[in-house]
């Protein structure tokens, strides 16, 4: 009787992994932050918090705050990333060789998934404006499951693709991406053009940071069992 081969799964964070982001994540933050006249943190503790959810990411900036304001500044954020997107000089590029990696991965078998702290909706406007609908075979938020460094968006990414851990890679630009992987039992490859300094991902527990894209094709082989 002949035998499927097993699932490889390698499933992305969006932010600083894929996308370029981090201005619009800022100004976005910064506005929301005087919607509620309270004075913005510098940008690198703004980009320290990305990948967490949302109301997380706010609680981590502004813990004295209390939940509720917590609530009341991130809705405030929403609506002014919203905002941002409308306008015509909007831009939040993918990062160079993000879809050359997509293809080569595909062409090798994989299937692709993505884990983010963003919300559907904000994924789903970030997907359809670089044409990547149809490419990922699992979208994971952080409105659907517990955020990272939870191992829930990545385990629910494996059962919806039929993969195991052994057979998945997590890839991401911080520490919570990192750390998703391992709660999961799921090898992470940390990019080193993101938001956390490569360091930080090494210490995390990376088996890997990269510098390019194109170094992580046979990464993923590798580090899901093939050859």
């Known amino acids: ?30 506005a929301a932050f005087a919607d509620h006249d309270i004075a913005c943190p510098p940008a690198a503790c703004v980009r320290s918090v990305v990948g967490l959810s949302l109301v997380e990411a706010v609680a981590a900036l502004i813990p004295a705050a209390g939940a509720d304001r917590h609530e009341r500044v991130a809705e405030s954020y929403k609506a002014h990333f919203h905002r941002l997107r409308q306008r015509p000089d909007h831009e939040e590029p993918l990062y160079e060789g993000a879809l050359a990696c997509l293809d080569r991965l595909q062409a090798e078998g994989f299937r692709l998934g993505i884990a983010t702290g963003k919300s559907r909706r904000g994924l789903e406007a970030t997907l359809k404006r670089h044409g990547l609908e149809g490419r990922f075979v699992t979208l994971q938020t952080a409105d659907q499951a517990p955020g990272k460094p939870a191992p829930a968006m990545l385990t629910r990414a494996m059962a919806a693709a039929g993969a195991e851990a052994v057979q998945t890679l997590m890839v991401g ?31 995390a527990g990376a088996a890997a940071v990269i510098e390019r894209f194109d170094a992580l094709v046979p990464l993923a082989i590798m580090l899901t069992g093939g050859e």
């Open 173 to 203: 630009d911080t520490t919570f991406d990192i750390e998703m992987g391992r709660n999961a039992g799921v090898a992470a490859v940390g990019v080193g053009w993101g938001y956390h300094r490569p360091a930080a991902l090494s210490a």
């Open 1 to 30: 009787m002949a035998t499927c081969d097993p699932v490889r799964l390698v499933v992305f964070d969006c932010d600083g992994t894929l996308v370029d982001s981090q201005h619009n994540i800022f100004a976005a933050m910064a």
